[in-house]
Nanobody, 125 residues
């Protein structure tokens, strides 16, 4: 069984930055693709970014392209989401997720098997 634990969320002003981390235990992340999703109150869970097993392939939602960067450090079994130029509409609970297909960078939450508990990001205007 794999456990994913997100951290790094918080309150930030519009235009600010945060870096989220997702630490995994139970399995080495080298074998898996990873993704970040977010869910705002009353809304569906939306795709944010994905990265393949080695980090060479990434994929972003249009709403965050150019502002967010997904990366990974397999030696630390950790995936990151650097968020710059944050906007109030980025306010949500952010979740990391594990895709058992290492080569895929999917935007569909159905492809992800394991999920973290989430970390709250609040952007004030």
């Amino acid at each position: 069984q794999v456990q994913l634990v997100e951290s790094g969320g918080g309150l930030v002003q519009a235009g600010g930055s945060l870096r989220l981390s997702c630490a995994a235990s139970g399995r080495t992340l080298t074998r898996y693709a990873m993704g970040w999703f977010r869910q705002a109150p009353g809304k569906e869970r939306d795709f944010v970014a994905a990265i393949n097993w080695g980090g060479a392939s990434t994929y972003y939602a249009d709403s965050v392209k150019g502002r967010f960067t997904i990366s990974r450090d397999n030696a630390k079994n950790t995936v990151y989401l650097q968020m710059n130029s944050l906007k109030p509409e980025d306010t949500a609970v952010y979740y990391c997720a594990l895709d058992t297909n290492p080569f895929r960078t999917s935007s569909s939450h159905y492809e992800y098997r394991y999920w973290g508990q989430g970390t709250q990001v609040t952007v004030s205007s």
